[in-house]
């Protein structure tokens, strides 16, 4: 009996050490530097509206441009999103993915809005007191989001995101990753100039609950503001989008470097996508510009209403750019409106459940996506009808307008037309 109790406890003693083995092999493959991408708002949150995009389209975009540049060239790195679909998700949620996940960096992609078309530029937040009240509107309106919540003030403690009160408890705060955090936030700022030319608004610091919540070095990011038109257009191009990623994926690369070496790793051969780049690019189309004959003069004579002066436009074309001279009048086409239901990357089918039983659909595709439509009226009153019908099954539905093939926003169509 004294035997088998020997062997057994002899027995448990390696399945104890075989089990730590284990257990400390798998930690050691699971080692990896962890970023969590969070694309902000989704689902039912629009964020921001500009007069082509929405923000929660543009933030996604962008993170998932970011994520496939960094899992394509970081093989020891682990790229964890809060979301890759259209989806809504609560500020704790998001948190609670980082810190599920033990994040070792944490990077929120937002896109800026301002009463005024006139503010531009890129700036990234960092936690703390806001000292202005232009960094305390931000924070406050990216925190609105938790009033969608029911019992939102017992979820977040008492927080209230439109009370300035509520912002005090940041003045007292200690983050412990501050000090990286600003680091990161540098050099992205120093990356959205060099990279990509954008305005540098720089870094700043405001109380973000997502941030305050998430236990690693963490940055927000506001790409530019969808309020300028101007910007706008740039962030929902394919090219302003992946020059935006690109940028702060080269921080990134900064970032991970110093991390590596302050942790006694060895650091990665991995470097930043280079400007030449684009510099290339540019290079490769001023030959193929310069390489078109000179532009062919067509003139145009109609029938209909004269006009006084002579009207000069270049038509772009894919073989030689024509310059139109309209010498006897102008044919003034009438805005088209639509009700634009939403937008995605995948081609979906009429039939699909995504409509919502709404029949007649039709789409266009701009800038990669494809973005489904209802109606097509000249008077703006038949379209709101329209869009009032299916508010309840598309609440973040909007009316937009064509002249011809050119999309435009509705408040300049009806200035047309008045």
């Not at 896109?111 to 806001?130: D, I, R, V, W």
């Not at 209403?305 to 001279?325: G, L």
Request: net charge positive; with cysteine; proline share 3%.
């Amino acid at each position: 009996m004294r035997l088998i109790k020997k062997y057994f406890a002899v027995f448990q003693y390696y399945i104890l050490v075989l089990g730590i083995c284990v257990s400390l092999s798998a930690n050691a493959q699971d080692v990896r530097f962890t970023v969590v991408l969070d694309a902000g708002h989704g689902g039912h949150d629009p964020g921001a509206m500009g007069d082509i995009m929405r923000e929660k389209d543009i933030n996604l975009s962008i993170t998932l441009d970011l994520g496939t540049i960094i899992e394509q060239n970081f093989k020891d790195v682990k790229v964890v999103y809060t979301r890759k679909t259209d989806k809504y998700l609560t500020l704790q949620e998001r948190a609670d993915v980082v810190n599920n996940h033990h994040a070792d960096l944490f990077i929120c992609i937002h896109t800026n809005a301002a009463p005024s078309p006139s503010a531009y530029g890129a700036e990234t937040f960092t936690l703390g007191l806001a000292k202005t009240k232009a960094n305390l509107d931000v924070a406050m309106r990216e925190n609105s989001v938790i009033t969608l919540e029911e019992n939102y003030k017992t979820k977040y403690h008492g927080f209230d995101p439109n009370s300035v009160d509520s912002y005090i408890m940041f003045e007292f705060m200690q983050d412990k990753y501050i000090d990286r955090s600003i680091d990161f936030a540098s050099i992205i700022q120093k990356q959205f100039l060099s990279y990509c030319n954008r305005s540098d608004r720089g870094v700043r610091q405001a109380g973000f609950w997502v941030l305050h919540r998430s236990a690693c070095p963490s940055v927000l990011v506001e790409l530019g503001f969808i309020s300028n038109p101007t910007e706008e257009r740039y962030l929902s191009s394919d090219q302003g989008q992946k020059e935006m990623a690109t940028a702060i994926f080269n921080a990134f690369v900064d970032y991970k470097r110093a991390h590596d070496k302050r942790s006694g790793l060895q650091t990665s051969n991995v470097t930043k996508i280079d400007q030449k780049v684009k510099v290339e690019e540019h290079k490769q189309l001023q030959v193929a510009r310069a390489a078109e004959e000179t532009p062919k003069k067509l003139v145009v004579n109609t029938q209909q209403n004269r006009v006084t002066d002579t009207v000069i436009k270049i038509i772009s074309t894919k073989q030689t750019p024509v310059i139109v001279t309209v010498t006897e009048s102008k044919i003034v086409q009438s805005p088209i409106f639509k009700v634009q239901l939403f937008a995605s990357k995948k081609n979906v089918k009429p039939n699909a459940p995504d409509f919502k039983g709404i029949k007649n659909v039709d789409y266009f595709i701009e800038k990669g996506l494809n973005k489904y439509t209802i109606g097509a009226e000249t008077d703006y009153q038949k379209i709101e009808n329209i869009r009032n019908k299916i508010l309840s099954k598309f609440p973040n539905a909007f009316i937009i307008a064509f002249v011809g093939d050119q999309k435009i926003s509705a408040k300049e169509a009806l200035k047309t037309i008045k």
